[in-house]
């Protein structure tokens, strides 16, 4: 499977797996639901287990075609200062998180989803850390470790968080980790150069 390319400023998709992953989490729903209108059929052969049946299969019909356009429906985007996340058919949910407020980013990944190789990405922010939910999940993710990355890097380059003790916010460094790294190698340089 090929790690999807992240880049600042373009938007993207979960990977085509997470469809899969989606149709087999319900067709484990459905053999669940296909038993037990099978025995409502076996216990009730008359026209009241047609009754309970025939608007469950209904359901269970219209779901299988909602899955498609949820999935098709779910766009992310990471720009210099935040990221973003579009989702719904008709209720749809925006969800901005700045890289400021980010103070984690956790990997998850159970069986079903290593199989297909995918992961998802749930971000904490400072004032939503006490919940037992993450602030904003990335769902249907490859390469999860360089998303992780790219997010912490933007999160670490962003201004310091000015101490409890009064202490002033620092200058707001640049929103570029390479830039911010050659600069402390020059620093690290110049105190060499000086020592000797």
């Excluded at 498609?68 to 989702?87: A, D, H, Q, V």
Aim: charged share 20%.
């Amino acid at each position: 499977m090929t790690t999807q390319p992240y880049r600042i400023g373009e938007t993207f998709n979960p990977d085509p797996a997470l469809k899969r992953y989606y149709y087999l989490t319900y067709a484990i729903a459905l053999i669940l639901l296909g038993g037990f209108c099978i025995s409502i059929l076996a216990v009730t052969p008359d026209i009241t287990g047609l009754i309970i049946t025939i608007p469950i299969a209904a359901v269970l019909l219209f779901i299988l075609y909602w899955l498609g356009l949820y999935y098709k429906s779910i766009i992310y985007e990471l720009t210099p200062t935040e990221i973003s996340w579009r989702r719904g058919v008709w209720f749809r949910q925006n969800a901005i998180v700045p890289y400021s407020r980010i103070t984690n980013v956790d990997i998850h990944q159970g069986p079903v989803m290593r199989f297909f190789g995918i992961s998802s990405l749930h971000l904490q922010t400072a004032g939503y850390s006490a919940q037992p939910m993450a602030e904003l999940s990335l769902n249907g993710i490859t390469g999860a470790e360089e998303l992780r990355e790219l997010i912490m890097g933007y999160v670490r380059s962003g201004p310091a968080i000015a101490t409890e003790s009064g202490g002033e916010t620092a200058v707001p460094r640049s929103t570029d980790p390479v830039l911010d790294e050659l600069r402390r190698i020059r620093s690290v340089l110049e105190e060499i150069e000086k020592k000797s």
